[in-house]
């Protein structure tokens, strides 16, 4: 795992066991603000003892930026902290997020001492908080995730972009105009940087580009199922070996990004937008 310190209250951890997941640390007089907690205990439990024992202060928050568990599952190793997440997140950590635990820990023994811990503080478009002279406000975005929010540490700038900022867009658990209209409200903003969920910290200078890159992926991809769709005609079979020629460079997207895990998110995301145009166009994939 590395640790980076981005400014002066904030540290970001990147995970060296998962997808380059990140977790954000907020300093302040008067503890420290988690946001987001990883999935392995392993990586979890350093950032824990460099809180507790490098910089002597306490977790006070963890905040939840959805319930996917890359994000989530370590936020039992912070018990005293009071957790805070959009109100969909803790319905879907208690039905999704407990499904998706028995699941993962049959395959990783790791995770026994894992449990889902459900947020007990939750807000529906937007909550600030205050500590030690610091304010983090978050708000709802909801394209990657139906509970997907977005953070802002307001005194320096940071924000805090959670999976609507992460290497490749993915909207599959979530929603693709959504998504991109949360990239969008991003642009034009004076960021001095971007913490991705997944991936390198965005500085200041490459902000602007990068949401265009992201933006033009969306747009490209949404060209090419288009046309997918209507040169296959009522052929399934067709239909099926146009959308597997879209490749993610074809949408200005390299392929090695995540050791060329981005791939499968790609894929993901032209099956995943085919079959919402279809069914918009009254032709739901079967
Ligand atoms: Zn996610």
């Not at 929603?175 to 949360?182: D, R």
């Not at 067709?238 to 995540?258: F, H, N, P, Q, Y």
Request: glycine share 6%.
């Amino acid at each position: 795992m590395q640790r980076e310190r981005v400014t002066e209250s904030v540290y970001v951890f990147t995970s060296g066991l998962y997808a380059q997941v990140t977790a954000t640390l907020i300093t302040t007089a008067e503890g420290a603000v988690l946001v987001d907690t990883l999935l392995y205990p392993e990586e979890t439990l350093q950032i824990s003892r460099f809180v507790h024992e490098r910089l002597n202060m306490p977790v006070r928050y963890v905040v939840n930026t959805h319930y996917h568990a890359d994000h989530t599952l370590g936020t039992c190793f912070f018990p005293d902290a009071l957790v805070i997440a959009h109100r969909q997140c803790r319905d879907l950590l208690d039905t999704r997020g407990r499904k998706s635990l028995e699941v993962m820990r049959a395959n990783a023994n790791d995770l026994d001492n894992v449990q889902v811990v459900l947020p007990q503080v939750v807000f529906d478009d937007q909550l600030t908080l205050c500590l030690g002279n610091k304010t983090l406000r978050f708000w709802h975005v909801g394209g990657h995730s139906p509970d997907a929010i977005i953070g802002l540490m307001e005194e320096e700038q940071v924000l805090l972009g959670a999976d609507t900022v992460m290497v490749l867009p993915h909207f599959v658990d979530g929603h693709y105009e959504t998504f991109v209209q949360s990239l969008q409200q991003l642009q034009g903003q004076s960021y001095e940087c971007i913490v991705q969920g997944h991936g390198e910290v965005i500085l200041r200078g490459e902000i602007e580009d990068r949401l265009a890159e992201d933006l033009a992926y969306l747009n490209k991809l949404q060209v090419l199922v288009d046309k997918a769709i209507d040169n296959a005609g009522d052929s399934e079979v067709r239909l099926e070996k146009a959308l597997e020629a879209i490749k993610i460079e074809m949408c200005g997207k390299s392929k090695v990004l995540l050791s060329g895990a981005v791939q499968q998110l790609h894929r993901q995301n032209v099956l995943a937008l085919a079959k919402a145009r279809r069914a918009a166009h009254g032709a739901p994939i079967k």
